[in-house]
Structures are given as structure tokens and as C-alpha cells.
């Protein structure tokens, strides 16, 4: 690195806006997540194919920087609500990878106590107030929840993670709107990975841009590469000092790409192995980011695989932890129900 | 006026269930389609908004699905809303949140939340607004679990079951015939809750449990009445909830009255009428039938417009006080 380009990368001035933003520490943080969440369904998966989670799962390998980007700038008492891909969306809001796998195994320690498994993934300490099997179900209740926040001024943002296949629902249509003519604090973020499970936003969705649909509701749209993750954080930050500011919410789309198929059905016959392949290879956000910090000076290969070995370990620990951990008894199954009174 | 006897209509003593409600607890607020300035399209919320302004009195727009969707969110997140469906046949555009989100949420989450919220549905025909102005779906969410439901019949029930609804820590659905809303009775000033589970013998008797539910409580009284010179003891069982429905109140009067007759106005077939005959005939209690169970129920037919034909489409009076002779004299 030359003196000239070394102290500009030092001042940082004319470096992304995350490296401006943040301190190292927390970058190398981010990127040991981003790792924690591709690991996390890397190990479902095989847990599943070796029959050791049922059910199904939708995994969003390949849209890490998305999830990690737009949490980025939230506080912990700040909250999402999350979709049916909604794995790298909890463990971003600061779920353990350790509940996250005896949920997937049904176990009484996961997240859910067994009850909900990868669908309904939550963390409510941690601000998730879960995810969601239903296309564009927790987008009004994101708008319930800011609607509680500005109510009880507690000043907390929420967001509302989405597909691209939410934005053809009736919910985020009446959702934004309300929203927006409340002024209320919340972040819709719209994960457009290009399909609602086979059907591409070109064949489904009458604007090009989702981000568009912001105008009808007088809220800005924002569109950013949602492999960066200084790009998504960057629109984050932004929408989040806006909404604490009680001026309202704002639609990002963060364009994106999932490397797996829809769900655990899908036999990839309405995308070819060429484009998948061309995301994996050139734009995968590990890989990008990773490259970044590298090139800037924040990390090198060594502080890289430190995480790697951390992470490994982690998904590794996680895993024994739901199988030793114990399952549901049947005579509990009413259980959560309705609430108990003491 | 003397407390013990003040009077008020079924719609007043909601407001004023409201309003207490509102009083005590900064939490409550009320969402819903025309509750503000216009006061609600039946003048349930009146002036609510005036006294505690369109903050805590929020109208919103045409939205049932997303406004259903925001009380579900502000619920969890530590808000007591009560949310007003215009009419309970909007249900139908909310359905996703209430049984998908509502009914489940905090099941889905292991515990880690409740859902405190209220939703009131104005039901039932004889307003001549037609088949989709006119249903009783309380059946539809009564299969839900993780929901109350509950049909409150009087001015007393219906303000001391919306306090009890409010104070719940899950989702309680309200449905309130429309045609009650005139309705006066006694109502206590101040607060008090109707336990939400637990019927109502309104009428003792010795030779016919009928069994009803929101309006039709009051057609059985009156047919009841009018069989009392006939030497016909009929008691009648206000079900007053029909989730969670209080099997034992049922069981124990049919074992007293040895016949049963259960009058609601919804859809006869998988109806409330299916539950109650199908509780008793698993029962003890089937083994004191002296006759076969009947139900009365609406007609397999939408609500239709013209006033006869509407009038015919759900049970009457008439026709309660005939099942109820035909049972007793042993014609069935």
C-alpha cells in the first residue's frame, strides 16, 4: 500500500460509509456474524438432510449483508418483525445460534420451546418478534408495534423485514399507508431476491423497482445492493434517523439474491444454474465484504480465519446443545395456548 | 336516579365499558373504521373521541386487514387496543391476522408474548342491510384455539364482559347483535367484570333446557313466557361464551330438564347448535334425554334483503315456542 493511499484509508474520509461509521472492531464483529448466520443454515441444512430437523426451512444463504446491514444501526430494545427466511434477520437482531438450533430441533430450549420451529423463529428479548409464515403477515404488526412505541414514547424503531413476493399483498399496501399517515416509526425492508418462490418480480410485479411503490405513500424509496453491507447499512441508518426523528417511515429495497431454491421442495426449474452460479461466484456479500475489509486494512487473513474457526465452533457447540437438550413432554401440548394465570 | 335500577342500552353501557376501560388503564386506546367525529356506524363509540381525543379514539382508514395487523402489533408490544370491526362480515377481510396472527402468536412464540387485545364485531340481521351486512361468523372464530369469543346478551353482560375482555391477557372477540344495541337493562355504575367461560341461567325450568346464544337469549324468554300458561317450565341457559363454551352448566341443567333446544341465530349446520348437542350427547347427561336434542338456526341461505324473507331466515319467537311444545308434549 502506498503512504498516499494508506493515509487516506486511515482518515477514513473517503472510505464507504460503514467504514466511516464504525469502529474496526465492530466490522470484524459484523463480518464473524455474517459467517455465524451462513454457517447457522449450512448446519440446519445438514442437520435436515440427515433427518435430524423435519418439517422444512427457507434459507437465505446469500443475503447475509442484508440482514446484518439494515440491524446495523437498531439498538437492542429496537424491533424487527421477520419472514418465513427469517434466520440471518434473528441471529443479526442478536439471537444465539445454540436456541436457534433446539428450536429447529424442537427441543424445550429453542426460542419457541418446540412450538414453532424455523417458521416462526423468534427472539422477543432481543427486539424479533418473530418470524412469519404468512407472505406480508408481520408487516402491519411492525406498524402495530410502532404505533406502541410513539404511543408509549419509547422511542423505538421497528422494522419489517419482507419479500419481493409481499409487495403484491393487500397487508403492505394498507400497512405503508397507515404507516405513512401516522408518521409512526418503522422501516419496511423489502429482501427482493428476485422470485416469491418461482415466480420472478418481472412476471409478478407491475413496477420495476419495489422501492417505487414508496411514492404512492409519500414515504422514500430507497434502492441499494443488498450484497454490500455498507450499502444497506448506510440506507438503514438513514431510515432509522429518520424515524426517530418522528418524521415517518421510509421502503428500502434491498436487491438480493438467495443461492438455495425457494424451500426444501424446490427443484430450481424457473432459474438457470448459470445465473445462480454467476451470484455465488461474483457477488456473494461474505465474499465481498470480506474482501473489502481486507483491501481497507481492517482485517487480515489470519483475524479472517480466527472467525471462521470461532463461527465453526460456535455452529458446532450450538448443535450438540439441541441434541442433548430436551424434548417437549406430550401431556404439555396445550401449553401457550391461551395465557396461564398464576 | 336510584343506581340500583339506572338504565341503560346495550350500546350505551359498551361506551361506558369503554370508557372506564380508558380510565383506568392508559394502555387501552380504541382503533376502528368512523369511531371518531362520526362515532361509530352505530353510535357505539358516540363522543368517546371528544373526551379522549382521536390519539387514544384512532380512526383509520378503510383497512380491516392492516388495521387488524396494527392492533395485533401494538398488543404484543405492550398496548391494549380494542379494535372495531364496522361490521362483523369485515371479519372476513381481517381473517389473517385474527386467526393467523392473533389466535397463534403467542403459542407460535412458546409464551414469550400475549396478545391483549379486543375485537368487537357488530353481527346479526333484521337491520335489512342484506347478506353482507347481516351474518353471525361467531361459529368461525369459535373453532379457533387461542381465541375467546364471547356474545354478551344484555346491557350488563355486555359492558361487564368487555371489562373482563380488556383485563384478559388474549385475544377476546365480542360479537354484539345489532339489533341489541337499543336494547336498556340494568346497568351498574362504576367497574365490574362478567367472567368470560361461565354461562347464565336465566330462567329456571323443569322440562326444557333451551340453550341461546346473543339475541335469541331474549326470544327464548319470551317464549318462555308465553309457554308458562301452557304449564311448560322452561329453563333457559344464556351461553354468554363460545369460547371457552361452559360445558357444565349445559351438562348440569339438561340432566335436570331431560331436553334440550338450542336457538342461534348463524347458519344451522356446524354451527354452535353441533357443539352444544354434541357436548351434552358425550355427557353423562345423554342419559337423561327424554327426547331427541333439536336445534333452531338460520336458515342454509345468505341473510336476504327483502323483510319477510330476512325475518324468516332465523329463528322467531313463534317457531321457539313450537319446538319447545313439541319437545315437551313428546311430538318429536
Redo the contacts between chains.
Sequence with gaps: MTGARKAVIDSRANLPFVYRQYSPEQLRQVLHKMYLIRRFEEGAEECYTRGLIHGTMHLSIGQEASAMGICMPLAEDDQITSTHRGHGHCIAKGAEVSRMFAEFFGKTTGYCKGRGGSMHIADVAKGNLGANGIVAGGIPIAVGAALSSKMMKTGKVVVSFFGDGANNEGAFHEALNMAAVWKLPVIFVCENNGYGMSTSTARSTAVKNIAERAAAYSMPGVIVNGNIFSEVAEASFKAVERARAGEGPTLIESKTYRHRGHSKSDRNRYRTKEEIEDWMANRDPITLFENELRDFGFIDDKGIEAIRDAVAREIADGIEFAKASPAPEIATLENYVYTEHA | MDAAVRELSYAQAIQEAMAIAMDMDE?V?LMGEDIGVYGGAFQVTGDLVERYGA?RVID??I?E???????????????R?IFEFQFSDFATLGM??IV??AAK??????????VPLVMRFPAGSGTGAAAQHSQSLEAWLGHV??L?VIQPATPHDAKGMLLAAVAD??PVMIFEHKLLYKMKGHVPEGHYTVPIGKAEIRREGRDLTIVATSIMVQKALDAAAALEGEGIDIEVVDLRTIRPIDRQTVIDSVKKTSRLLCVYEAVKTLGIGAEVSAMVAESEAFDYLDAPIVRLGGAETPIPYNPDLEKATVPQVPGIIAAARDLVKGVR
Design positions: 394502555r386506546f390519539d383509520t382508514p383497512s386487514l392492516g388495521g387488524a395487523g396494527v392492533a395485533v402489533g401494538a398488543a404484543v408490544t405492550g398496548m387496543p389473517e391476522q393467523n396472527q402468536m403467542r403459542f407460535m412464540l412458546g409464551g414469550e408474548v400475549s384455539p387461542g375467546k391477557p388474549d
